[in-house]
């Protein structure tokens, strides 16, 4: 079945520097990706949508110049979390429709930890 | 999208049925009802979606009231392994972004 891949798992990074999470779709292609952000004991919150080919679609408190989403290809989405702070540090989920009617896929998730 | 509710946790003993519940009154004729979980650290993982029949996979079965007013998820014989959160949804298509409420938080007991 589809599968949605995230890379790295887990990151540890220092406080002022900027970390790069990838989301790919390895064997279908995702015009739209969403991606997600999570607290410890706190449900998915929808961070922004991502279009291949245009500017993301971020929620409304997100800010875009801090979580900066590009989507180049169609069958990759990539976050970049600007400037990280140890406020930053969360679980940071991506997932992809198949088709109009089908399943949304998620990827495993990147746990994110700022020093 | 319409809302949908759920209650925040519930107990299941080891090979019994889990029946989860989900209410989404204000659903639309197009709205299908998507269900999710979500095992501690890991992405949710997509359990099975219906329109207005009931249906069934190899993970659980769906049954959906003529009104389509709520719904309810069964896990046929639960196991520790589903012990999980799980998420109700209502949308339209996959490509509609998902808003997630908080789940039933589904304690599988031995």
């Known amino acids: 079945g589809a599968v949605v891949s995230q890379h790295p798992s887990r990151v540890i990074c220092k406080s002022g520097t900027s970390v790069k999470i990838e989301c790919r779709s390895l064997?279908?292609?995702?015009?739209?990706m969403f991606w997600y952000r999570q607290f410890p004991k706190q449900s998915l919150m929808l961070m922004a949508t991502?279009?291949?080919?245009?500017?993301?679609?971020?929620e409304q408190g997100v800010e875009k110049d801090k979580f900066l989403i590009n989507h180049a290809s169609l069958t990759l989405s990539t976050l970049t979390v600007t400037s990280a702070h140890p406020e930053d540090s969360s679980f940071y989920i991506c997932s992809a429709p198949t088709r109009l009617d089908g399943e949304l896929f998620f990827g495993e998730g990147s746990r994110l930890t700022v020093l | 999208d319409a809302k949908t509710t759920q209650p925040p946790s519930m107990d299941c003993a080891e090979g019994r049925a889990a029946n989860l519940p989900c209410n989404h009154s204000t659903i639309s004729g197009n709205e299908y009802v998507y269900w999710y979980r979500q095992i501690h650290s890991q992405g949710p993982q997509y359990i099975i979606h219906g329109l207005k029949n009931n249906e069934t996979n190899e993970m659980a079965s769906l049954i959906i009231t003529e009104d389509r007013k709520s719904s309810t998820l069964i896990l046929p014989h639960a196991t520790l392994r589903d012990t999980a959160v799980y998420y109700c949804i209502a949308k339209k298509t996959s490509y509609d972004k998902v808003i997630f409420g908080p789940g039933t938080s589904l304690s599988v007991i031995p």
């Open positions: 064997d279908f292609q995702a015009t739209t």
């Open positions: 991502s279009n291949e080919g245009s500017k993301a679609t971020y």
